[in-house]
């Protein structure tokens, strides 16, 4: 047996000395850091085995004596090497290399890369075979991890592609227009209502700028503030996409992010206000119109007949006194309360109909608002400069705001001090109304029907209103509006 297999040894080695060539063999097959064995090919009995086989398998080289190559081989590896040996002789190979488990002798399985050689004698008839068998329970235990990452990789990957195509239908039957944009602010997404609302298909628009397309903003600015936030953030904005309308629109605007904390683009909601902005406005107006209506007919004809009513009853009263009749007194009492009524009546329909056409006519109406707006509170105006508001239109609501803040600060925050404050800076106007009352109560439904409406205002003359808190509990309403000259 031992000629036989250092007979493969020789023909495969340089020429040496025969002693040194079987002590050089010796020496490697047993001091080689990985299993080698002497295998009996009839038997597949171990003949010879070193101290790292040893140590791989856990059994000691007499051990191993009694044993086979398939007694260490899981019983569903066993084939392989059959297997193995088969194809090889077929293909005229004396070798082969396969990847099985090895059960140790404390009950353990591990995996080796054993790499078998047939040994002939002169003959040609096999014998032996030589093994290198190398421990492969990391290398395989890593391939078991990879293959377990690119089935979970896979399964992620699958599971968003999932969730792409939900979002994807979400987006494409929106009733809202959605637009994605990169972070260039580049077109990446044109829902189809977007392109009912723009007129403007979504191959015409993909990767291009915005703003840029062929349509004009009244504020590109405010769009641009809107697309640079990092938070969530809402804006209302005109746009004209084509020369026959021109859209009021409520956009909402989320910034998107990837793997990293940098925003990627964001994300636009776009809500068309045109038909309901135009209604609201019609409606208001049409309020407006009915006010001054009642105003007048206040001011005209009831204030008038109460007038002359007042000037019979100081007639009356100045004859009865000059009769000496005892109900001088009471006749003297109608005067003077039909004269407190004429008054009234005359407040009234200046509150009802408060602005005049001049530029001055918000600072009189405010003026008029503090001196007429009683309850035992003390309210100022404060103006210097003059601010002089051109437009009619935004006077009115910026008056009707005042009004609001005023009465919510009387009759529900229960104001003592009210301070009105008009201002103006570099074609900005503010007005600012404060008092020193107590937060208005989320559940009283008036006062927030009435924060509503001077919300609703505010939008019309394309102002913004905040309402704050103040440090010792009062409230400060704000609007401020443009103010050209």
């Known amino acids: 047996m031992k000629s036989d297999s250092l007979s493969f040894v020789r023909e495969n080695t340089v020429e040496t000395e025969p002693g040194a060539r079987e002590g050089d063999f010796r020496a490697f097959f047993e001091l080689s850091g990985v299993g080698n064995v002497l295998v009996d090919f009839a038997t597949g009995r171990f003949l010879t085995v070193n101290e790292a086989f040893c140590r791989l398998t856990g059994y000691s080289a007499a051990e191993l004596a009694q044993m086979s190559a ?20 077929a293909r ?75 979002f994807s239908t979400l987006i494409e039957a929106s009733p809202v227009a959605i637009i994605g944009l990169d972070a260039e602010q580049r077109v990446e997404i044109w829902n189809p209502e977007a392109e009912v609302l723009f007129g403007l298909r979504e191959t015409e628009v993909r990767g291009k700028r915005l703003l840029d397309l062929p349509m004009h903003w009244d504020s590109p600015e405010a769009l641009e ?11 209302n904005v005109a746009v004209q996409p084509s020369s026959e309308r021109r859209l009021e629109l409520e956009i909402w605007s989320a910034p998107y992010r990837g793997l990293t904390s940098a925003p990627r683009g964001h994300v636009l909601l776009l809500l068309d206000e045109t038909e309901k ?29 109460l007038l002359g009513a007042a000037f019979g009853a100081q007639a009356l009263f100045k004859e009865l006194e000059r009769a000496g009749s005892p109900s001088a007194s009471r006749a003297g009492d ?31 109406a405010l003026q008029e608002l503090a001196e007429r707006s009683h309850s035992g509170a003390l309210i100022e105006l404060r103006c210097d400069p003059p601010v002089l508001v051109h437009s009619p239109a935004t006077s009115l609501h910026v008056f009707r705001i005042a009004q609001e803040a005023v009465n919510d600060a009387l009759h529900h925050s229960h104001a003592s001090r009210i301070l009105i404050r ?5 074609g900005l106007a503010t007005l600012q109304v404060s008092d ?33 808190q103040t440090s010792d509990g009062g409230t400060n309403v704000t609007c401020t509006f443009a103010n050209p000259a």
């Open 70 to 89: 398939a007694d260490l081989t899981l019983p569903e590896d066993v084939a392989q090497d059959a297997d193995g040996w088969r194809n090889s002789l």
């Open 92 to 166: 005229g190979e004396p070798h082969f290399t396969i990847e099985k488990r090895y059960r140790r002798k404390d009950g353990t399985v591990i995996w080796v890369e054993a790499t078998s050689t047939l040994i002939r004698d002169g003959h040609d008839t096999p014998v032996h075979v030589a093994g290198v068998i190398i421990d492969a329970s990391a290398r395989h235990h890593t391939l078991e991890e990879i293959g377990g990452a690119r089935r979970a990789l896979g399964e992620a990957n699958a599971e968003l592609a999932e969730i792409s195509k939900k």
């Open 225 to 235: 503030t809107l697309l640079r936030s990092p938070e969530e953030a809402r804006a």
């Open 277 to 305: 902005n135009f209604l609201e406005h019609a409606l208001l107006e049409a309020g407006e119109r009915e006010q001054r209506r009642i105003g007048q007919e206040l001011h005209d004809h009831l204030a008038q007949q």
């Open 334 to 364: 109608l005067a003077r309360l039909i004269n407190t009524s004429v008054l009234d009546a005359r407040n009234m329909a200046r509150g009802i109909n408060p602005i005049e056409v001049d530029s001055a006519g918000l600072m009189s």
């Open 422 to 426: 008009l201002a103006e800076n570099a």
């Open 436 to 468: 020193n009352g107590t937060d208005i109560s989320d559940e009283d439904d008036e006062a927030n029907i009435g924060v509503g409406i001077m919300k609703y205002r505010a939008q019309a003359i394309r102002g913004e209103l905040s309402i704050q």
